[in-house]
């Protein structure tokens, strides 16, 4: 791919030199579980129609709800993607069949070696939360050109649908957004656009996700926190609605409420570097992911993300000014955020409680807890 240098797989544990691809197995069909019947304190987020987005006469007013989701919660959701609910589905199989059919063996072969990127198999207790507590999260990042690493083998034949679904997250719903997040800047459409090329040297993901049910201890140790408060290090991060509640987001009133999963629908919040290219006028939203509610609590919770961030080599300041700046550069930033994150332990702030702080690349960093 022009402008691409395919990273070496030298980083992750097992032979770089290509693989033959193996013969087919098939993907068993994901359970989607029911959605919860607790009554839970739910954010009132607005929904986004993205096909709006390709009829002029309503980009101006669709560009207006964005900025004022963005405004008032700083998540949002957005239906008529692009993606059929089965379409959908099948993406959740292979998410679930990259935990549920990889051995321990194969996982340790794919699993990441490098501190500063997210790529292959990330074990369970990596990450500190509270009171000795690891987390129970497992998951597995591909970089949006998968064929530049080699995946385990259930995946092998399966790649050129996740990369067709790379490249609908990043040019189709990405970039969707961005112009339109532009439009509510009012700077031209293609100025994020220019900084989140696909083909560019970064890190732009698909992530699946895994979240395993703990003990009782350890809940009550890290007080029922499965991942502490935090805004999210890339530009836009796009989840894909699924029925176990869990993640909640700080709303403006400082109240924690979950986030309702609608079917086929997506949940988007920006993160750190969006706020730093809008000059602080897409501020990032805490959100954090708590124990499901009662009925759910048994449940292996099954996520997929996409999650965007600009090129390696782009200024984190305001668009469209000095690229001189002491701002930092993105790869500078993800890569120590990434090294950082769930292995350095914070410091207690003095302004603001149960808020620890650090400072990376210059930039006030902070969780919740």
Avoid at 81 to 110: M, P, W
Avoid at 347 to 357: A, F, G, I, L, M
Wanted: with cysteine.
């Amino acid at each position: 791919m022009p402008g691409l240098k395919l990273a070496s797989s030298s980083s992750l544990s097992g032979d770089s030199t290509a693989e033959s691809i193996p013969k087919s197995i098939t993907i068993p069909q994901h359970q989607i579980p029911p959605s919860t019947t607790c009554s839970l304190d739910w954010a009132d987020l607005p929904i986004i129609d993205l096909s709006k987005a390709d009829i002029p006469e309503f980009r101006e007013s669709l560009a207006e709800e964005v900025c004022q989701a963005m405004e008032s919660h700083g998540f949002f959701y957005v239906i008529n993607h692009g993606y059929t609910a089965q379409q959908t589905r099948r993406i959740f199989d292979l998410a679930s069949a990259t935990f549920d059919l990889v051995n321990e063996q194969e996982k340790a072969k794919y699993t990441g070696k490098s501190e500063s990127v997210y790529e292959g198999y990330k074990p369970r207790q990596t990450w500190q939360i509270e009171n000795g507590v690891s987390d129970q999260i497992e998951h597995y990042n591909m970089h949006r050109f998968v064929h530049c690493k080699q995946h385990p083998a259930i995946l092998q034949p399966h790649l050129g649908e996740i990369e067709a679904f790379a490249k609908h997250n990043h040019m189709k719903i990405l970039f969707t957004i961005l112009r339109l997040l532009a439009i509510g800047l009012k700077v031209p459409e293609e100025a994020f656009i220019e900084k989140h090329s696909f083909e560019a040297p970064g890190e732009s993901s698909v992530r699946f996700m895994k979240y395993y049910p703990r003990t009782l201890d350890e809940e009550i140790k890290a007080k029922n926190v499965w991942l502490k408060g935090h805004t999210d290090i890339g530009s836009i991060t796009i989840l894909w609605s699924q029925p176990i509640s869990g993640l909640q987001i700080l709303s403006p009133d400082k109240k924690w409420r979950y986030v309702k999963h609608i079917e086929n629908a997506l949940v988007i919040n920006t993160g750190d570097v969006m706020q730093m290219l809008s000059g602080g006028v897409y501020k990032p939203t805490i959100h954090r992911v708590v124990q499901p509610p009662p009925d759910q609590s048994h449940l292996e919770r099954v996520g997929v993300f996409y999650f965007a961030m600009a090129a390696d080599n782009v200024k984190l300041n305001l668009v469209q000014c000095n690229e001189n700046s002491e701002s930092p550069l993105m790869g500078d930033w993800r890569k120590e955020r990434t090294q950082k994150y769930g292995r350095t332990a914070l410091k207690q702030s003095t302004e603001e409680k149960d808020v620890e702080e650090d400072t990376v690349c210059g930039v006030l960093v902070k969780e919740y807890n």
